[in-house]
């Protein structure tokens, strides 16, 4: 019997949405992972260096691309966000976003 294929867009190909990538593709749980990046050139390089160990996990497809390709996916992962300056606090990021 065939296993349906899940798909997992991850938007922020940073440090966390590239170790979440990873992670999710050992794990085999994932058979489509999308990494999305307003940076595509990052997100492009983040899967072209996953791409080189899917030899050794269940089969995946690491792939770069837009927000279009979150249609049909069976989760959406956002680790998108601000980074911290020296000396700023997380409760100076929420302010800078307009939170509080």
Known sequence: MQQPRSKVAIIGAGHV???FAFSLMTSGVARDIVLIDMNQGKALGESMDLNH???FVR???VYAGGYEECQGAN???ITAGANQKP???RLDLI???GLI
């Open 53 to 55: 160990g899917v030899s």
């Open 17 to 19: 949405g590239s170790t």
């Open 95 to 97: 302010k800078k976003c």
């Open 75 to 77: 989760v959406v992962v």
């Open 59 to 61: 089969p995946v497809n």
């Open 87 to 89: 000396g700023e606090t």
